[in-house]
């Protein structure tokens, strides 16, 4: 699925749905909708998954800090998606083993009855009691299709020899299990290659934006050709994220459906911080009463997040006051250790698309999610906003969504999308020795163990398609990666910038191992097999560059 000036005339003039935002509601949407045989139209204005989904803390979890509030639906339908996900994505989503320090026995009481009833309360010490009563409950709501064990808590004197440098300050810890995501953004394009793969007459697009003409029409416009076609669609669906409102605008809607908080993350090389964490998440209530987190990842450290309002979710960047805040912040759970500026490798920041609220504080708002209808004027089109929700409960929430909009097209469910693999987690071995046999077989046509198993590693049972190209030649700037496997993913997985490649498609530039040479060999293999000029070529390395500074990355 290479990319080329004449892809928008593939499109046809009608859909019955057309979904604006490829985030992981869009995608979800599209995955769900082609499996129930009706035609979509999708479309995003930057790459897929580029939005919130690229900047979340990557936990599929039951959202325990939501009992807090009292959303016991919500951590139910949570918990039951981070099990499901642990099942149909086994290649992205593993079980992380989650520790939750408490500094006293019996804090947090009366906050945590004041904030059930959802009165205003600092909630800085949770107790052992307390947490005590939460995890249980925690257990009890994660029982559906659940394969990870119920939690525990270890005392003060148990706990250093299971982490010997967390703070002595904590008296007991909550020792239970999350899942993580890895490759987040993979996972999305993955719903969209299925969606299309059951039904081939679905497009999705990315870099093409909206318009609307004045008079109820539509014009879609290709950001990499400049071309623009005119649509309509039965349904819209618009899956803008935090821009939900602006996407409303271009369809001639006002709306003030949407507030939203900017959320930064660090991730650090700090081989210390790595080694105390012992493989596993410290998930924390911070003295200024708000929760963060640290764990592995990728050989770095993921150190997250802040909660801050902002207005456009179009200027959002991890600025320097979150850079430092979330290297002190640790502090607090690993006095001993310090994370200096120069060992974050590279920072990322979204935007929660929330629902607007008034006068609450920013991590209160409900991360529940929500469907709001309009209209386009002129043509009468119900336009659906998709608002609010996580990453962890995409299905869900596509699934309700989905059936309203079976319901608006009088068609009927043919499948349920609850226990279906997902792009390379089809036929992923669920255990080290299958992984290995998997491996040993894979590399009879790679020609290496090793590449074959850093394939699967990256793609899931994928590898098989690109492991297929059989080319040993290695990039010379970053030898772990294959040009055939860099050249697989271009001609296959919709890329249309070089981030894409360097960003989304592959995890160069999440782990931390992206120089000026990569982005240079990468921009040759991508300009060979798009087809782009010298000219165009340059230009994608300068993109490059300026996301790699807007990142707070030192790129030599
Ligand atoms: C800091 C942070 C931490 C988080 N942590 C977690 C977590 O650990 N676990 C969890 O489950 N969830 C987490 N979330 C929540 C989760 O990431 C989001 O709820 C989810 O990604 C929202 O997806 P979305 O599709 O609605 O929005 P987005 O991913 O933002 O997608 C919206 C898309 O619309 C496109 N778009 C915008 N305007 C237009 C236009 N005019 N035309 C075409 N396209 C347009 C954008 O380019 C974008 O791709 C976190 C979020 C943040 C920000």
Known sequence: MTMDASRL????????????????????????????????????????????????????????????????????????????????????????????????????????????????????????????????????????????????????????????????????????????????????????????????????????????????????????????????????????????????????????????????????????????????????????????????????????????????????????????????VTREVFPDIEIRQDEIVMTYCGVRPLPRTEGVDPGAVSRDHSIVRDVIPGANTPVLSLIGGKWTTYRGFSEEAADLVLRLLGRARLRSTQELPIGGGRGFPMNDAGITRFADDLSKVTGSLQTATDLLHRYGTRATLIGAENNQTRLVSIPAYGRFELAWICRNECVGRLTDLLFRRTDIALSGRLSAAVVAEAAEIAADTLGWDAERRQNEIDATLQTCHSRGMTIS
């Open 9 to 328: 005339d593939t499109v046809r003039s009608h859909y019955p749905v057309l979904i604006i935002g490829g985030g992981i509601n869009g995608c979800g949407l599209f995955r769900d909708l082609a499996a129930q045989g009706i035609d979509c139209l999708l479309i995003d204005k930057n790459d897929f998954c580029s939005g919130a989904s690229a900047a979340p803390s990557r936990l599929i979890h039951g959202g325990i800090k939501y009992l807090e509030t009292g959303e016991f639906r919500l951590v139910r339908q949570s918990a039951m998606e981070r099990n499901l996900l642990l099942k149909n994505a086994p290649h992205y989503v593993k079980p992380l083993e989650t520790v939750l320090p408490v500094y006293s026995w019996f804090g947090g009481i009366v906050p945590s009855i004041k904030r059930f009833f959802r009165l205003k309360a600092t909630l800085n010490d949770r107790g052992a009691i307390i947490t005590e009563i939460g995890l249980r409950l925690y257990d009890l709501f994660g029982r559906h299709f659940r394969t990870m064990p119920n939690h525990r808590m270890l005392l003060r004197r148990s706990m250093a020899s299971v982490m010997p440098e967390l703070t002595k300050r904590a008296v007991a810890s909550g020792i239970y299990y999350e899942g993580r995501i890895t490759h987040a953004e993979r996972l999305g394009l993955e719903l969209l290659l299925d969606g299309i793969q059951d039904n081939p007459e679905s497009r999705a697009l990315n870099y093409v934006s909206v318009s609307g003409n004045g008079s109820g029409g539509i014009t879609l416009t290709d950001g990499l050709s400049s071309r623009s076609v005119a649509v309509t669609a039965d349904i819209v669906i618009n899956a803008g994220g935090a821009w939900i409102d602006a996407v409303n605008d271009k369809l001639g809607i006002v709306s003030q459906h949407m507030g939203g908080n900017k959320g930064s993350h660090l991730i650090v090389r700090n081989q210390r911080l790595h080694e105390a964490l012992g493989g596993r998440m410290v998930y924390f209530g911070s003295a200024d009463g708000r929760v963060n987190l640290l764990y592995p990842f990728m050989g770095n450290v993921l150190v997250g997040s802040t909660d801050i309002p902002v207005q456009d979710p179009d200027l959002a960047v991890c600025d320097d006051a979150e850079r430092q805040y979330l290297s002190h």
